[in-house]
């Protein structure tokens, strides 16, 4: 268990440091001239040409000079340093009041997938082949099928414009009901992948040893299924949830978006648009950092929940 | 149709290839009734299959449009006059007009080619990429295994979207084909590890078979039992995790365009016009509503498509 912990810790900063270098690399190296870029249509004096050349070591060419500024970037990053953007913000004010509004959707989908998720997925996974289990198998193969950037629009339109039940937009500070057909919307595509694996998984314990063992002890179907099967089912899904929240933070940005929910993937989907180079490369570097120990986080949970896997 | 036949094609031949290098086999040896083989039996089970044949027929409902979508519809989906924003249905525009007074109907006829276009080309990129990466490290095993399976790892962990954007962000050139290759290229280069992971599972199965001790002890070298030898049999399973891919390459693809940082204008595509038809939708939702429908059935056919195949090959579910 240490060697693994210990392993897995490795590969997560071989992974950091490629991903990081990689956005780096591409959005600064061989850019024109990143002075009069930023300074725009103006003219640059000679004074603050050094002067910007000094701060960010601009002189040092090459393949060393690269290496350099891409090491200034690591560190800065890593003292929670990101930069400003094109607008004069900083990028960490930026996302401290982004945070709090992408986590409470990412919550609000995580508690729909669970809710409904679940329960359907244990419900088709007992009664396997019925019309239950195949009505939502074809409707979980719809949801996973349909794309976000279809789902949310065609949902802001019918459900927020037409029929006004929810609000179609959320706007700035929005509250746990606005924050509903969005987190509806993004839990969706959880909840079918929750849905296929806790139905996948009941249906393989149904037909386990120990279950067969307890039947015939004679435990009422309700204490079989309730205690037996489902604690054993529900270690995958539960690390899958894990995973999907980590995934959620970073992949609302399409429904965050079209919402207009003032959180992480809005400001993304803003610097996209407003082709804010800065505002982009310091988003996507904390959210790859947040994916990584995420993931890094719900391997070690599944070893410790799981004691049948064994690394080595 | 094209990837089923494939499919049993190669699966065939691993039928009849397989058995003959195990002689007395029990299976084969003393039962009078013929035997079927895999894809014999998968394509009894999906014959049977309502959603095969539907997604079957919108795959090649949306192929024919992406080749000739003259067939479809009569509309220059590029003649747009502001006088007919948002008008009515009417000469031979189906759905009426959008905010740019072009043909609704036309645009999303003619915005098939950019997304087959992407979706098959990158599937196909990556089934390349795929095929290297987990025959070289299925087959040789050791460390090379090890160092091309950190790489999968890696890659595998770098969410899809993110890397996209900061990829397709570098692309300044507003070239259609340019930005049409750039998308291919970041797509396959960032979704090959699915499929790479499942070539090198079967290669290592293939590996182990009699008829490959067999071609070694005929004097073949590496190359040759890579290439005639272990393909074949490695091909089927990447097959079907490629149409799947091709689905879900056809809404990364729109969803890039949507977000404007994959193609555009005056390149047609389903994603540029939903971005189009969400702002106004207020004034009138048919912009919105029908590249919308276009682009979610196309890709639930390749998946549903994808999932059939599999489902039909997996001898576990019989």
Redesign the interface.
């Known amino acids: 268990m240490f060697r693994f912990i210990v392993r897995r810790l490795l590969?997560m900063v071989?992974?950091f440091f490629?991903?990081t270098l990689?956005?780096y690399a591409?959005?600064f190296a061989g850019q024109g001239d990143p002075i009069q870029a930023l300074a725009g249509e103006r003219p640059v004096t000679a004074a603050q040409r050094a002067y910007l050349t000094e701060k960010y070591h601009l002189d040092a060419t090459g393949v060393g000079g690269f290496f350099y500024r891409y090491f200034d970037y690591i560190s800065n990053l890593l003292r929670g340093d990101l930069g400003e953007s094109l607008t004069g913000r900083s990028i960490g004010d930026i996302l401290a009041a982004a945070w709090p509004v992408t986590i409470k959707l990412a919550l609000i989908a995580i508690a729909v997938a669970v809710i409904f998720g679940v329960t359907a997925g244990v419900l088709a996974g007992i009664r396997r082949a019925s019309i239950f289990d195949n009505a939502t198998l074809?409707l979980t193969?719809?949801v996973?099928?349909?794309?976000?950037?279809?789902l949310a629009?065609?949902a802001?339109?019918f459900l927020g414009?037409?029929w006004q039940l929810f609000p179609a937009t959320a706007g700035a500070d929005p509250d746990f009901y606005a924050l509903l057909l969005p987190g509806i919307v993004l839990g969706s595509l959880s909840l079918a992948t929750a849905l296929r694996l806790t139905r996948t998984s009941v249906a393989e314990n149904l037909r386990a040893d120990y279950v067969r063992t307890a039947r015939s002890k004679g435990l009422p179907n309700r204490r079989v299924v309730s205690v037996h099967v489902l604690r054993n089912s529900l270690i995958p899904v539960i690390t899958f949830l894990g995973v999907e929240l980590g995934?959620l933070m970073?992949?609302a940005?399409?429904t965050e978006?079209?919402f207009n929910i003032p959180g992480v993937g809005f400001n993304?989907?803003r610097g996209?648009?407003t082709e804010d180079?800065p505002l982009?490369?310091g988003i996507?570097s904390v959210?790859?950092v947040v994916?990584?120990v995420s993931?890094l986080v719900v391997d070690i949970l599944y070893a410790v929940l799981d004691p049948r896997i064994r690394y080595e | 149709m094209s990837d089923f036949e494939t499919v049993a094609a190669s699966e065939n031949q691993a039928a009849r290839r397989g058995p003959s290098g195990e002689p007395g086999t029990p299976n084969q040896v003393g039962q009078p009734r013929k035997p079927r083989s895999l894809a014999g039996d998968a394509w009894r089970d999906l014959r049977r299959k309502p959603?095969f044949w539907i997604s079957l027929v919108l795959v090649l409902l949306v192929t024919a449009m992406a080749i000739a979508p003259g067939l479809f519809t009569s509309n220059d989906p590029a003649s747009c006059v502001l006088s007919r924003q948002h008008a009515a249905p009417s000469g031979g525009a189906l759905f009426g007009y959008d905010f740019q007074g072009c043909d609704t109907y036309a645009r999303a006829v003619y915005g098939a080619r950019a997304s087959l276009l992407v979706g098959a080309l990158s599937a196909l990129l990556t089934g390349v990429i795929a095929l290297v990466v987990g025959m070289l490290a299925g087959y040789f095993g050791g460390w090379v295994d090890a160092v091309l399976s950190?790489v999968i790892?890696?890659v595998l962990?770098?969410?899809l979207?993110?890397?996209a954007?900061?990829?397709l962000?570098?692309v300044a050139s507003d070239s259609a084909t340019v930005r049409l290759g750039s998308v291919i290229f970041v797509l396959a280069v960032l979704g090959w590890t699915t499929a790479a992971r499942v070539v090198r599972s079967s290669v290592i199965t293939a590996r182990e078979q009699d008829y490959v001790a067999a071609a070694r002890m005929l004097g073949a070298g590496n190359g040759r039992i890579m290439w005639r030898h272990i393909l074949p049999n490695a091909l089927a399973p990447a097959i079907v995790v490629l149409t799947i891919a091709l689905?879900s390459f056809i809404?990364a693809e729109?969803?890039l365009s949507?977000?404007?940082?994959g193609l555009k204008e005056p390149t047609i595509s389903w994603?540029i016009d939903?971005?189009n038809?969400?702002v106004h939708?207020?004034e009138s939702?048919t912009p919105?509503?029908v590249p919308?429908t276009f682009?979610?059935l196309t890709?639930?056919a390749f998946?549903?498509l994808g999932?059939a195949i599999r489902d039909a090959f997996d001898p576990k579910l019989r």
């Open positions: 590969q071989v992974a490629g991903t990689i956005v591409l959005m074809l193969l719809l996973l099928g349909i794309p976000t950037i279809v629009p065609l802001q339109y414009v037409k995934n970073s992949g940005i399409i978006g079209v993304l989907f996209i648009r180079g982009v490369v996507v959210l790859v994916y990584l993931n | 959603i950190r790892d890696i962990g770098i969410p979207l993110l890397a954007i900061v990829l962000k570098r689905g809404a729109a969803t949507f977000l404007g940082i994603g939903i971005n038809g969400r939708m207020r939702a919105l509503v919308s682009l979610a890709v639930l998946i549903m999932d």
